[in-house]
C-alpha cells in the first residue's frame, strides 16, 4: 500500500534536523497523510504532554476535515502547490490549535504570532509572515 503524505505540518519544535536533508514525517510531532483516500492522522509517540497533544489533535482534526471535503485525500493534497494554497490550509488548524493554547493558558497575541510565523515558514512564504499574522489576527477570533 502506497501511502501519500500530507504538506501538513503541525505546531511544536520539530526535531532537529541536519543542514540540507529533506524533511521527513518523523520530525514533525503530529502529520496527517493519505491512506487508501483517506486523512489518517498520527502523532508521534514522544510527544507525551496532554496539553500539547491536544493541542496537536485539534491542529490535525482540521486537516481531516479538509481533506474530507474532497473525493480523495490525495485529491486533496494535490490542491497543495502553491504558498498561497499552504497558508489557506494551515491557517484553520493553527487557529483550531490556537484556540486549544489559549484555552489552556497560552499567551493569545504571542502564540498567535508564533503560529502565524510557522505557517509563513512552512509554506516557503516567510517574506509574507506579516501579512500571515494580519490574516491569522482576522480569521481566527477566540471561540
Known sequence: MRAAWLVLIVA???RP????RAAVPDDFPGI???ERGRAVSRIREDVRDSLDRAQLEAHEAVH????????TCEAFMAELRTARRIIDVELPAYCAQWRVAVAQGADP???RREFAWRI??????MENRLDVLQRFERECAPA
Not at 534536523?17 to 540540507?20: L, M, P, R, T, V
Not at 481531516?64 to 473525493?71: D, E, K, M
Open 12 to 14: 511544536g519544535a520539530a
Open 17 to 20: 534536523a541536519a543542514a540540507q
Open 32 to 34: 496527517t497523510r493519505c
Open 64 to 71: 481531516r476535515a479538509q481533506a474530507a471535503a474532497f473525493p
Open 109 to 111: 497575541a504571542e502564540t
Open 120 to 125: 509563513a515558514a512552512e509554506s516557503g512564504a
